[in-house]
């Protein structure tokens, strides 16, 4: 059985980090694209960050561009979010996924099929 | 950057037809639209993946549908269960970096 279990939430300081974890089980993440995902208080879901399976390409949204790190580490099967300089703005739940293909012929796109339960960051001084 | 715009809210009774938009110049046939529903304090579930494809147990009610810059998430004989919030999302290859964009979101009410 798939399963993503988010941690490292918790209450931080603006201006200060925080890392979040995501431990993967019934899967290998090196073999996956994976993403953060998060939720403000009230508000829609917000894509953070990708990074790719072999290439480990990565991509970030412009709201946290420079000031976040997505990682992945395959020997403890592990997605992770370095998140620096934050705001008070950043204040959310925060989601791992995992990206699969479509049936083919359309194989070349992908979706999440995936979720873990979330971790709350809350920005505050 | 793409935009996908959603109606805010959606009313439907049960046993009708709900139909959830997601419009931009984003959706067009050749791309691929994922849905997403979000019940309170639960993480998002894929309901529908490229355009109308239905993930194993997910119910045949729920359906997609593309038409000009406009896909469309029908949920046929609503039930109580299906209130919820529904987002849809794409891949967005257009810009200097590439990324995934998700709607606003619809909240469907069954009245």
């Known amino acids: 059985e798939v399963q993503l279990v988010e941690s490292g939430g918790g209450l931080v300081q603006p201006g200060g980090s925080l890392r979040l974890s995501c431990a993967a089980s019934?899967?290998?993440?090196?073999?996956?694209?994976m993403n953060w995902v998060r939720q403000g208080p009230g508000k829609g879901l917000e894509w953070i960050s990708h990074?790719?399976?072999?290439?480990?390409?990565?991509y970030y949204a412009d709201s946290v561009k420079g000031r976040f790190t997505i990682s992945r580490d395959d020997a403890k099967n592990s997605l992770y979010l370095q998140m620096d300089s934050l705001r008070a703005e950043d204040t959310a739940v925060y989601y791992c996924?995992?990206?699969?293909?479509?049936?083919?012929?359309?194989?070349?796109?992908?979706?999440?099929?995936?979720w873990g339960q979330g971790t709350l960051v809350t920005v505050s001084s | 950057s793409f935009v996908l715009t959603q109606p805010p809210s959606v009313s439907v009774s049960p046993g009708q037809t709900a139909m959830l938009t997601c419009g931009g110049g984003a959706v067009h046939p050749k791309i691929a639209v994922h849905w997403y529903q979000q019940k309170p304090g639960q993480a998002p579930v894929l309901v529908v993946f490229?355009?109308?494809d239905r993930p194993s147990g997910i119910p045949e009610r729920f359906s997609g549908s593309i038409s000009g810059n406009t896909a469309t998430l029908i949920i046929s004989r609503v039930e109580a269960e299906d209130e919820a919030d529904y987002y849809c999302?794409?891949?967005?290859?257009?810009?200097?970096?590439?990324?995934?964009?998700f709607g606003g979101g619809t909240k469907l009410t069954v009245l």
């Open positions: 490229d355009e109308s």
């Open positions: 996924t995992r990206e699969i293909p479509a049936r083919p012929p359309r194989d070349a796109f992908y979706y999440f099929d995936s």
């Open positions: 019934g899967f290998n993440v090196s073999n996956y694209k």
């Open positions: 990074i790719g399976s072999s290439i480990r390409t990565m």
């Open positions: 999302q794409v891949w967005d290859s257009s810009r200097d970096s590439a990324g995934w964009v």
